[in-house]
């Protein structure tokens, strides 16, 4: 009775290696796809961004975002007037923001003055 518990457990034992070898080695390709993910995936964290410089209308467009959100938040009637403007005078606006480390006074001097110039034309 003895020897045909160690012959069962045996046979299971030899039964279930090719099972756990099988396993190994799946787990080993996929352990080198994840470090080849891995691999791909640092190669465009090291990429350099898209800056200004190499694309104008980018520019031109983050520009006025951030210009357009700190008004916004800042001086919400003030926005109204800006929205108002034509599309010219809205980059000069911006323009003299940028051009005056972003402050944002004179910047709103001159959109007021843009603005009352647009209105009285009008």
């Given at each position: 009775m003895h020897n045909l518990v160690i012959?069962?457990?045996?046979?299971?034992?030899?039964?279930?290696?090719?099972?756990?070898?099988?396993?190994?080695?799946?787990?080993?390709?996929?352990?080198?796809?994840?470090?080849?993910?891995?691999?791909?995936?640092?190669?465009?964290?090291n990429k350099k961004p898209l800056t200004y410089e190499k694309d104008p209308r980018l520019n031109q467009k983050m520009r006025h975002n951030e210009f357009n959100k700190r008004l916004s938040k800042e001086l919400p009637a003030t926005t109204r007037a800006y929205n108002k403007l034509t599309n010219e005078n809205k980059q000069k606006v911006v323009d003299t923001y940028f051009a005056n480390k972003k402050n944002m006074s004179v910047a709103t001097r001159l959109l007021f003055n843009l603005y009352f110039k647009q209105k009285t034309s009008n």
């Amino acid at each position: 009775m003895h020897n045909l518990v160690i012959i069962k457990l045996l046979f299971l034992f030899f039964m279930l290696l090719p099972l756990e070898v099988s396993a190994t080695s799946s787990d080993d390709s996929y352990l080198q796809a994840l470090d080849a993910e891995a691999e791909s995936s640092s190669n465009l964290q090291n990429k350099k961004p898209l800056t200004y410089e190499k694309d104008p209308r980018l520019n031109q467009k983050m520009r006025h975002n951030e210009f357009n959100k700190r008004l916004s938040k800042e001086l919400p009637a003030t926005t109204r007037a800006y929205n108002k403007l034509t599309n010219e005078n809205k980059q000069k606006v911006v323009d003299t923001y940028f051009a005056n480390k972003k402050n944002m006074s004179v910047a709103t001097r001159l959109l007021f003055n843009l603005y009352f110039k647009q209105k009285t034309s009008n």
